[in-house]
């Protein structure tokens, strides 16, 4: 498979940017690569425990360099942070040193931040392995960690020096994150046309077309569908790093999959899930507010079943608490939800919801 390179300029235009190399090079190759680009650096690689049991043998780290975190959104606390801060001071990293992410999010934003902190920030480069990461966290600059009232409540925008996606990774991903990444990879088709890329890709049209590639977990597919969906947030991205506007759009679903998360303590459903059910949380909503047409309504219904996710079970959660989660959502202002809403296909606006009274928290298709 040929290389493929993305470039993000933050913001666009500007000379800082930093390449995302995907392609499927042995996972030794990877290795080396990481060794030749931070030769003269000492390094402190933060490694998902997972990864590390699967391709200790083929990554062949030195031990002392290693800190290997337990995976799990539970694993995102202060008390973590400062673990990771202090095997820097043992390893006595400078500001010339580095620090390298290997895992999913969790990984990503820990390390992230790690980088972002230590001695004000010192060079930080991502290696994701999940779908998720490779098609969202591990690019945008986006590191945090969690608090008790919320998730992702403190944190930096810190952009890495590189960001290498190595398919080989996917291919030993269990079923339930590679879908969940595809929750990911949904929301991307839901707002591409928002996004301002120079490109039409069509991604809805794509996913429609691709259900057995999907399944089969083709590379080639694979390949094109995180390649496009980075081209996206790239776009979006290099126009507005800290969210202050155009950002937004990424957070499609994610008010109350965030809120649906927290309320199930992490454990019911994965991040990617999650979003997928807020995705259909304000699709009912827009239809309610006539924001979009019933026909795409069911055009969106059907594609989100034409990959599994259910839609015919009830959710039972307090609906109280999850409102409450919503509030408290970072990107809530003065008891004001911002909530991204579907238009028509893949275009979003930014509405703000103030009155509670009549919110529907059901997820559920609605023929």
Known sequence: MAESAITVNIPAGESKSYPIIINDESIQSLKQKLDDITKGKKRLIVISEKVYKLYKTELNFDKKELFVLKDGEDKKTLKMFEKIIKKAIVLKLSRKDIIIAIGGGVAGDMAGYAAASYMRG???????????????????????????????????????????????????????????GFGEVIKYAFIEKSCNHSEDFNLIEILKSNTENYKNRNNEFLKEIIKICLEIKSAVVNQDEKESG??????????????????????????????????????????????????????????????????DNFLFINKKHVLKLMKNDKKADNNVITLILPTKSGEVIEYKLEDFSKLEFSVLYKN
């Open 122 to 180: 010192i060079d930080f480069i991502q290696v994701p392995t999940t779908l998720l990461a490779c098609v969202d966290s591990s690019v945008g600059g986006k590191t945090a960690i969690d608090m008790p009232n919320g998730k992702n409540f403190v944190g930096a925008f810190y952009q890495p020096k590189m960001v290498f996606i190595n398919l080989n990774f996917l291919k030993t991903l269990d079923e339930k994150q590679y879908k969940s």
């Open 246 to 311: 155009l950002r937004k759009f990424l957070n499609l679903g994610h008010t109350f999959g965030h809120a649906l998360e927290e309320e199930t303590h992490y454990k019911r459903y994965t991040h990617g899930c999650s979003v997928i059910l807020g995705i259909m949380f304000v699709f009912n909503f827009a239809l309610k507010k006539e924001f979009c047409s019933k026909q795409y309504y069911d055009e969106a219904f059907t594609l989100m079943n034409m990959y599994d996710y259910d839609t």
